[in-house]
């Protein structure tokens, strides 16, 4: 088979090298685009983190195509309806960074209940002031969690654990772990208006674009926090910017942005900015949120621990082994 790995460094090849004793295995540091397809168009795997597009155009450029391998939990980057036409089977990695993803809803929030970054910034000018700096405990406050699969449950598991309050909304309640963890099920609209700190924790589905919008801003607490670390296109970024803005939400934790893979690369803005590939007023409102002072954004690092990479890379080579052994693993389409 030949097989091709994007958007890989080099100390993770080692997880699939012993592949070459058999197969005709390529290893790519860059995402795979319209144009990075055109090196390869006899892989028969590919695999890929989330900043690759696999678009219908970039399949069609893999005529021998037969799985894709994501190393992620998401799959919103890849075109599935073309996959189940072209019978192309898709593995993802179901679970290896809830705890990961968990902990930096925290890393987030915490960094805004205690002005962190203000604070660190400032003591490293050697001031040692306190005007600006007073936060506030997270014990006694509600979070409201939106989604409860892996992430959802565990950061429900985390809030519990500072003591706060939890209400959850989900499609599919699990009513066994809302007992176990110690949180209570209500509808969307109660959740929102319950809670001090909004969690979202759903992917990235048609349902769930702009899940969060004016109308849910409206009806969230005055003063109350947003974390997203699930995906952009969730969060209608242009009511978040008037929400910050009216001071309805206090503050923002963002791991996920709508345009972000275009952010993190500005050479690709530079080349797509006249297209119509990307939402250019989600851009321009992502460039806003990136200099608010209470909005806090992360490069969608939430899943990057050691540990959670490592799980990753297993994951996804297990995947691999059970595709070439005819029994597929993991498999969402
Ligand atoms: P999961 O599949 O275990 O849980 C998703 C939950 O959302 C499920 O309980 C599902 O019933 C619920 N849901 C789906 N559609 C819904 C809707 N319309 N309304 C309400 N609930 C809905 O997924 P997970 O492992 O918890 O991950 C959640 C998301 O986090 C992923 O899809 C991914 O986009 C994101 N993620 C981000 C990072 C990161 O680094 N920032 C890392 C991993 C995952």
């Known amino acids: ?160 654990g500072f003591s706060m309050k939890v209400v959850a909304y989900d499609i599919a309640p699990d009513e066994a772990a809302a007992e176990a963890i110690g949180f209570r099920y209500r509808d969307f609209k109660d959740v929102l208006g319950a809670a001090d700190v909004l969690s979202l924790h759903v992917p990235a589905t048609p349902a769930t674009r702009h899940m969060i919008a004016a109308e849910e801003f409206a009806a969230m607490k005055d003063g109350a926090i947003l974390i997203n670390t699930a995906r952009g296109s969730i969060v209608d970024v242009r009511s978040l910017i008037g929400a910050l803005s009216s001071g309805k939400i206090a503050a923002a934790g963002l791991d996920v942005l709508p345009e972000e893979p275009v952010i993190r690369e500005e050479a690709e803005l530079l080349r797509s900015a006249f297209s119509h590939e990307h939402d250019l007023e989600s851009l321009l409102a992502d460039h806003i949120l990136l200099r608010l002072r209470n909005v806090l954004i992360t490069p969608h690092s939430a899943f990057n621990t050691r540990e959670a990479v490592r799980r990753i890379l297993d994951t996804t080579r297990t995947n691999l082994d059970a595709f070439i052994a005819a029994q597929p693993q993991n498999l969402v389409s």
């Open 1 to 160: 088979m030949k097989i091709v790995i994007y958007e890989i460094e080099p100390w993770e090849r080692e997880a699939f090298e012993d592949l070459q004793a058999e197969h005709d295995v390529v290893f790519e540091s860059s995402t795979l685009s319209t144009e990075t397809a055109l090196k390869h168009p006899d892989a028969e795997i590919i695999s890929t983190f989330v900043y690759s597009s696999l678009d219908a155009d970039v399949l069609q450029k893999f005529p021998q195509l037969k799985m894709i391998a994501t190393r992620s939990t998401g799959f919103d980057h890849i075109h599935l309806k073309t996959c189940v036409e072209r019978d192309i089977k898709v593995a993802n990695v179901p679970s290896y960074g809830e705890a990961t993803v968990a902990e930096h809803v925290f890393a987030l929030l915490l960094a805004i209940s205690h002005h962190l970054i203000d604070a660190v910034d400032r003591t490293r000018r050697g001031d040692f002031s306190q005007a600006g700096l007073r936060g506030f405990d997270l014990m006694g406050k509600t979070m409201g969690i939106v989604g409860t699969g892996h992430i959802g449950r565990h950061a429900a598991h985390i809030a519990r």
